[in-house]
């Protein structure tokens, strides 16, 4: 197991704090020329800036002292205001070297909010702790590639220790566990997912994984389901479950082959259960896998002809 060893993040006083006009000078211009200095120009009144301070405040602790925030309240520092030109809040500035480097207006996204940080600490030669985070992720894909499903596990876990809504990291750990055959155990991640990340495309895509999983656990022999479909070509329940059968075994593209032509014979039995079950495999998928590329593209040509 690699050791990440990001060291801890300074204190939240230390990183974070409100300025003055009379304060400015020090707490942005001067102390930038050390470390980027990121502030918000909000007002009380304003209810977007409500929203994205704490959002912006999460971003700056998150980048563990590699970027600290000020905040400064545009009723009370008027002048300041107008010599940067804010015309609307809330504004973001990012400073260093006593500049404005990058910035922002509006209430945006959270992701938006965590590359801004990152680009913020990259320009003054800082090194965003997510590129440590995402080099971890990276080893620990590679030991599961590799058969290497208890070690990536660990690795994972540990990137999860870091950064508990790491969504790449929760997704890796599901799918170790898939991979060490403890479905129940990644059903049980799954389940307890934060709901930050309950919905990115990285969980949305273990969870198909588990769904094909447990469909393998029944699969029956290949060989006698051929036969099936052989003896008889309209049999659609024999042809869905040679398709399942052909993905247990690893067959993926043979797999969505055999849907597609359930889907082009009777695309409406058993509910549409081919082109769920298609669905099913494409987001379990990479999102640039030419099975899963090509198998969209005939199934769109299907389903508009």
Same mark, same amino acid.
Request: with cysteine; glycine share 8%.
């Given at each position: 197991?690699?050791?990440?060893?990001?060291?801890?993040?300074?204190?939240?006083?230390?990183?974070?704090?409100?300025?003055?006009?009379?304060?400015?000078?020090?707490?942005?211009?001067?102390? @930038?020329?050390?470390?980027?200095? =990121?502030?918000?120009?909000?007002?009380?009144?304003?209810?977007?800036?409500?929203?994205?301070?704490?959002?912006?405040?999460?971003?700056?602790?998150?980048?563990?002292?590699?970027?600290?925030?000020?905040?400064?309240? $545009?009723?009370?520092?008027?002048?300041?205001?107008?010599?940067?030109?804010?015309? @609307?809040?809330?504004?973001?500035?990012?400073?260093?070297?006593?500049?404005?480097?990058?910035?922002?207006?509006?209430? $945006?996204?959270?992701?938006?909010?965590?590359?801004?940080?990152? %680009?913020? =600490?990259?320009?003054?030669?800082?090194? *965003?702790?997510?590129?440590? +985070?995402?080099?971890? =992720?990276?080893?620990?894909?590679?030991?599961?590639?590799?058969?290497?499903? @208890?070690?990536?596990? !660990?690795?994972?876990?540990?990137?999860?220790?870091? /950064?508990?809504?790491? *969504?790449?990291?929760?997704?890796?750990?599901?799918?170790?566990?898939?991979?060490?055959?403890?479905?129940? !155990?990644?059903?049980?991640?799954?389940?307890?997912?934060?709901?930050?990340?309950?919905?990115?495309?990285?969980?949305?895509?273990?969870?198909?994984?588990?769904?094909?999983?447990?469909?393998?656990?029944?699969?029956?022999?290949?060989?006698?389901?051929?036969?099936?479909?052989?003896? /008889?070509?309209?049999?659609?329940?024999?042809?869905?479950?040679? *398709? !399942?059968?052909?993905?247990?075994?690893?067959?993926?593209?043979?797999?969505?082959?055999?849907?597609?032509?359930?889907?082009?014979?009777?695309?409406?039995?058993?509910?549409?259960?081919?082109?769920?079950? +298609?669905?099913?495999?494409? /987001?379990?998928?990479?999102?640039?896998?030419?099975?899963? +590329?090509?198998?969209? %593209?005939?199934? @769109?040509?299907?389903?508009?002809?």
């Amino acid at each position: 197991m690699m050791d990440l060893n990001l060291g801890a993040a300074p204190a939240a006083d230390d990183l974070i704090k409100d300025t003055t006009e009379a304060t400015f000078m020090a707490d942005v211009v001067e102390a @930038s020329q050390t470390i980027p200095v =990121v502030v918000d120009f909000w007002a009380p009144w304003c209810g977007p800036c409500k929203t994205l301070g704490p959002q912006l405040e999460e971003a700056v602790r998150g980048a563990k002292g590699a970027v600290k925030m000020v905040k400064i309240n $545009v009723d009370e520092a008027q002048m300041i205001a107008g010599q940067l030109q804010i015309q @609307s809040i809330p504004t973001v500035y990012a400073f260093y070297k006593g500049q404005p480097v990058d910035g922002f207006q509006g209430a $945006v996204p959270q992701s938006e909010i965590k590359a801004f940080i990152d %680009r913020v =600490v990259k320009a003054a030669g800082g090194e *965003a702790p997510g590129d440590e +985070l995402a080099e971890a =992720v990276a080893a620990a894909e590679e030991m599961l590639g590799e058969g290497a499903a @208890s070690d990536a596990a !660990q690795t994972f876990a540990a990137i999860l220790g870091e /950064d508990p809504n790491h *969504a790449p990291a929760y997704a890796g750990l599901v799918r170790a566990n898939i991979a060490m055959g403890e479905l129940d !155990q990644a059903e049980a991640i799954l389940n307890g997912a934060p709901a930050e990340i309950s919905t990115a495309p990285e969980l949305e895509a273990a969870h198909a994984q588990l769904e094909l999983a447990r469909q393998a656990e029944g699969a029956g022999p290949l060989d006698d389901l051929r036969a099936a479909v052989e003896a /008889d070509p309209d049999d659609m329940q024999a042809r869905f479950d040679l *398709a !399942q059968a052909l993905h247990a075994n690893g067959d993926v593209e043979a797999a969505v082959d055999a849907l597609l032509e359930l889907f082009r014979r009777d695309r409406e039995w058993n509910d549409g259960a081919a082109r769920t079950q +298609l669905f099913t495999i494409f /987001d379990a998928l990479k999102p640039n896998d030419p099975v899963m +590329l090509n198998g969209r %593209r005939k199934l @769109s040509s299907m389903i508009f002809a």
